[in-house]
């Protein structure tokens, strides 16, 4: 089964760090560009980040500033999201998700399940 | 950036009901638009591809339409399962925004 699976979410002190890491299994993970989505509590998606197949194309929300690393290992078929200095307002479930890409459309088609941010004093 | 705009951001609807969501794109994004249903403590699932086209195993149930800044989903004869909130994203550039999510709630 094709599947994303995030993990490394938990409770962080305002100005930690925390990695977060997605784990895709049943399909050719290098062809495809990988996208983070949060969702802070009572809100809608935001996209965060994505990184292309070679990782050679990496963009980021500018409300960011520099905050966030998003990197991965084609080799073991993981995503990664490194967040530094975090915030209150970086509280969300943080997803990952699949970019299909063809000619004429793209659209994020696999989705993880989410893992939980919370960033508190 | 993109901004999408839904309109409404909530609805009430009754099983059977036929319920129809705008989304408003802030410049023409031709058909590069998707819709996504979303229930709480699941993955976000993709409905509709550019613009009016069903993802695989999506009942016909959902269907979508528009292009340049106007797109509209309509889910007919509304089941206890849709009760969900549902969102609009561009794919026309980055970063992929999406709308501000509108719930449809049983009355």
């Known amino acids: 089964d094709v599947q994303l699976v995030e993990s490394g979410g938990g409770l962080v002190k305002p100005g930690g760090s925390l990695r977060l890491s997605c784990a895709a299994s049943?399909?050719?993970?290098?062809?495809?560009?990988m996208h983070w989505v949060r969702q802070a509590p009572g809100k809608g998606l935001q996209w965060v980040s994505s990184?292309?197949?070679?990782?050679?194309?990496?963009y980021y929300a500018d409300s960011l500033t520099g905050r966030f690393t998003m990197s991965r290992d084609n080799t073991i078929n993981a995503l990664y999201l490194q967040m530094n200095s975090l915030r209150a307002e970086d509280t969300a479930v943080y997803y990952c998700?699949?970019?299909?890409?063809?000619?004429?459309?793209?659209?994020?088609?696999?989705w993880g399940h989410g893992t939980m941010v919370t960033v508190s004093s | 950036d993109i901004q999408m705009t839904q309109s409404p951001s909530s609805l009430s609807a009754s099983v059977g009901d036929r319920v129809t969501i705008t989304c408003r794109a802030s410049?023409?994004?031709?058909?590069?638009l998707n819709w996504y249903q979303h229930k709480p403590g699941k993955a976000p699932k993709l409905l509709i591809y550019?613009?009016?086209s069903l993802q695989s195993g999506v009942p016909s149930k959902f269907s979508g339409t528009g292009s340049g800044t106007e797109f509209t989903l309509t889910i007919s004869g509304l089941q206890p399962e849709d009760f969900a909130t549902y969102y609009c994203?561009?794919?026309?550039?980055?970063?992929?925004?999406f709308g501000q999510g509108t719930k449809v709630e049983i009355k």
């Open positions: 998700a699949r970019q299909y890409v063809n000619t004429l459309w793209d659209a994020f088609d696999i």
């Open positions: 049943g399909f050719t993970f290098s062809s495809y560009n």
């Open positions: 990184i292309s197949g070679s990782s050679s194309h990496i």
């Open positions: 410049q023409s994004i031709s058909t590069y």
């Open positions: 550019a613009a009016s």
């Open positions: 994203q561009q794919s026309y550039n980055t970063p992929q925004t």
